[in-house]
């Protein structure tokens, strides 16, 4: 894909439109060739990235097999002129073709954006997967196999022989699938390591290292194909960086997309100096998430926090508006108290204090924790306080703590069942809407952070201020710079941060 002023190719058309985009679903296996305009390139890269923002926060909200989600998610597809169906009247195919150009163009400029961290690039292939599984689960049966074949994907179907064999443990090992409509399906023969959520999950039948995968369930394997794709392409496009970053149009724009997705900044803290010390016993009732209220009551009992939690809280409380000499003040009141001397505090424990505030070492901002690297990372052990504690508790100890904080019974089952699912933030925005006495919240949660704004705002009857999508102006799109993105310190200055709170116990 070429950016040139002059002497710009022509948009493919016709016989060569029906070549390159034959089907609705992308696998993404060859870049884009044409010329294009950095005008459109960046409408295409926004409107993407309003796409797969909308996949997260929408995923966060719905299950993402519920009928809610797949009309939400139909809908910003719509919207964006995305392409959402595999049926297309053929007086549509030219409309049609265009949709699958930017779907096409529009991936492989993320690519360029997303591929340059573990982090982004961890977000960026969670999305697409997301979208690719909505996209694919559209697909009539009458297109299955003719995608396939245009994207080189071989699965061995068995015969009827061997379906009579293998039917019995294959009905026996899947409850949603009954002997009169395993009749009817095909039965694929993969490698079991190509099915691992299956196998781990006890779903699938295994033999001799192999998986027999009902049809239904072959979205698993086509998945992982594309996850593994996509993971070699991103670390194959991060090695051409270099050359990208030489044109002095494209490197702004791709740094501002690639940091788009983190959402508010908590590093700026806006509040500076407006939270007494004195006041953080009560907000810790009445606006702390959980796993900050479970920090804080940690440090309240045993006067001392290991390394993880002092991190995960100490930058929560620099986010919500302690000042350095706040910070500093109440670490030391509250480790005195302990088996720590104001002496030994200052020689141990203030460095690290004044590193995360920017004003030791690299002079780095550190900016507070989000949901997903508290869920993703460091895990805790015995001893520890820190993590999630949707997704790092027990689900009986999590249960008998919300009955403590006065959480109905109703209220509790449903956190409990959103916690089997894998939707933490979602359990956590439930906690958010018991606790605050609302039906809905009318957010996605993402971060400690926000939950205390929010909380805040809805507790003083003041609106909270949220991120607004960039609005398009007549035939392009542009993100003003006046919309703040965050800006995350790298891993390797988080590393450096990390190894400064290990150094003490």
């Known amino acids: 894909m070429q950016f040139l002023r002059k002497q710009r190719i022509s948009r493919l058309n016709g016989d060569r439109q029906a070549d390159m985009y034959p089907h609705s679903l992308q696998f ?47 809908g910003e597809l719509r919207k964006l002129n995305f392409p959402y169906r ?25 690519r360029l954006a997303y591929c ?38 071989i699965y061995n179907s068995i015969n009827e022989e061997e379906k009579r064999i293998v039917k019995p443990s294959i009905i026996s090992s899947n409850v949603n699938i009954s002997g009169v409509r395993l009749e009817e399906m095909e039965i694929y023969k993969v490698p079991f390591q190509d099915v691992l959520d299956l196998v781990r999950s006890r779903k699938v039948y295994l033999k001799e290292g192999y998986a027999y995968i009902p049809h239904k369930e072959i979205v698993t394997v086509v998945l992982n194909d594309f ?19 030489s044109d002095e149009r494209l490197q702004p724009l791709l740094n501002h997309l690639s940091h ?26 009445k606006s702390f998430p959980l796993c900050m209220r479970n920090l804080h009551k940690a440090l309240r009992e045993n006067h001392h926090l290991r390394h993880g939690g002092r991190m995960q809280y100490g930058l929560f409380l620099k986010g919500i508006g302690l000042t350095l000499e706040q910070a500093l003040q109440f670490w030391r009141a509250e480790f005195v108290k302990g088996k720590v001397d104001a ?11 004044r590193h995360s505030f920017g004003k030791e070492g690299k002079r780095t901002d550190y900016t507070p924790f989000s949901c997903m690297k508290i869920i993703l990372s460091n895990a ?65 949660l993402n971060h400690p952070n926000q939950y205390f704004a929010e909380s805040q705002g809805l507790l003083n009857g003041k609106d909270v201020k949220r991120e607004a999508p960039a609005k398009s102006s007549g035939g392009s799109q542009e993100t003003p710079a006046s919309v703040k993105m965050a800006a995350s310190a790298s891993s390797a200055e988080m590393d450096d941060l990390e190894l400064l709170f290990q150094d003490a116990p």
């Open 28 to 74: 993404y296996g060859q870049p884009p060739t044409e010329n294009i305009s950095l005008a459109e390139f960046e409408t295409f890269a926004v409107d993407r990235l309003r796409l797969l923002k909308t996949i997260e926060n929408i995923g966060v909200s719905y299950v993402k097999t519920s009928e809610q989600y797949s009309k939400k998610l139909e």
């Open 86 to 110: 595999v049926d297309v009247d053929e007086k549509e195919l030219g409309k049609e073709y265009e949709k699958r150009r930017k779907d096409h163009i529009s991936h492989f400029i993320l």
């Open 116 to 153: 340059q961290t573990e982090d982004l690039r961890r977000w960026f292939i969670q999305q697409e997967m997301d979208l690719f599984r909505y996209r694919f689960h559209d697909i009539p049966p009458e297109h299955f196999q003719n995608f396939l074949n245009i994207n080189n994907l």
């Open 227 to 245: 996850r593994t794709r996509l993971s070699k392409a991103l670390a194959v496009t991060a090695r051409s960086l270099p050359v990208v970053h």
């Open 260 to 285: 788009a997705y983190v959402g508010q900044d908590y590093s700026i803290q806006k509040n500076v100096g407006k939270i007494s010390l004195e006041q953080i016993d009560n907000l810790s009732l």
């Open 343 to 353: 002496d030994k505090f200052d020689k141990t424990y203030a460095y690290s204090i």
């Open 380 to 444: 805790p052990s015995q001893g520890d306080h820190h993590g999630c504690p949707f997704r790092h508790s027990d689900p009986e100890l999590l249960k008998q703590k919300l009955q403590s904080y006065k959480i109905p019974g109703n209220g509790i089952n449903q956190i409990l069942d959103l916690v089997k699912g894998m939707h933490y933030q979602l359990a956590c925005q439930k906690f958010f809407e018991l606790t605050h006495g609302v039906d809905d919240c009318n957010f996605s």
